[in-house]
């Protein structure tokens, strides 16, 4: 459910935001970067790499749309 949610609202703006899934059983190295202790977390990061917002669980649409906005902001 939080991979679907955060691909619809993504959906279009490709140009502007990258989508990418860590497999945290497979991709250590990104879970612990991240600091992924719980599966969903949902990571919004701006232009620079720099956090905007991590959401642990399933996030709610308005937050996460939020976070979007925010890290795509000039």
Known sequence: PAVALVQSL???KE???AFREIDVS???AS???YRIQVTPT???LD???KEVETFVGIPD???VSGAIDEAVSP
């Open 15 to 17: 140009d502007v935001i």
């Open 10 to 12: 993504v959906e279009g």
């Open 61 to 63: 649409e308005e937050d």
């Open 47 to 49: 232009a620079t790499g």
């Open 26 to 28: 497979r991709d250590f």
């Open 31 to 33: 879970a612990d970067r």
């Open 42 to 44: 949902v990571i919004i």
